[in-house]
């Protein structure tokens, strides 16, 4: 199982940018399919963006569609999440999460029940 372990969360003002990390320490960090989900107090964990083994497939949620913007360095073993124009409702606990590929067909995940690993979650409060 594939260690998850995120940061760059923060307290911040809306319409501030943030990056948000997650580092996956593995040899084989090309395996996995990632993503980047949130949940709010009382509320579901959502899907925010997703991106497949080779970066050469991305999903971004209507919700951020524009704000945010998912990408992955498998130099550095560690995926982001860009944010822009932050608004109060994406105050969240933000989860990245992995999935181990069975093939390179370069497909993403916007499910929470196809990943099978997870970080800690990182705390993202936008202030109005």
């Known amino acids: 199982q594939v260690q998850l372990v995120e940061s760059g969360g923060r307290l911040v003002q809306a319409g501030d940018s943030l990056r948000l990390s997650c580092v996956a320490p593995?040899?084989?960090?090309?395996?996995?399919?990632m993503a980047w989900f949130r949940q709010a107090p009382g509320k579901e964990r959502d899907i925010v963006a997703a991106i497949d083994w080779s970066a050469g497939s991305t999903y971004t949620a209507d919700s951020v569609k524009g704000r945010f913007t998912i990408s992955r360095d498998s130099a550095k073993n560690t995926l982001y999440l860009q944010m822009g124009s932050l608004k109060p409702e994406d105050t969240a606990v933000y989860y990245c999460?992995?999935?181990?590929?069975?093939?390179?067909?370069?497909?993403?995940?916007?499910?929470?029940?196809?990943?099978?690993?997870w970080g800690q979650g990182t705390q993202v409060t936008v202030s109005s």
């Open positions: 999460a992995a999935r181990r590929i069975a093939d390179y067909s370069g497909r993403y995940y916007t499910s929470s029940v196809e990943y099978d690993a």
């Open positions: 593995t040899r084989t960090f090309m395996s996995y399919a």
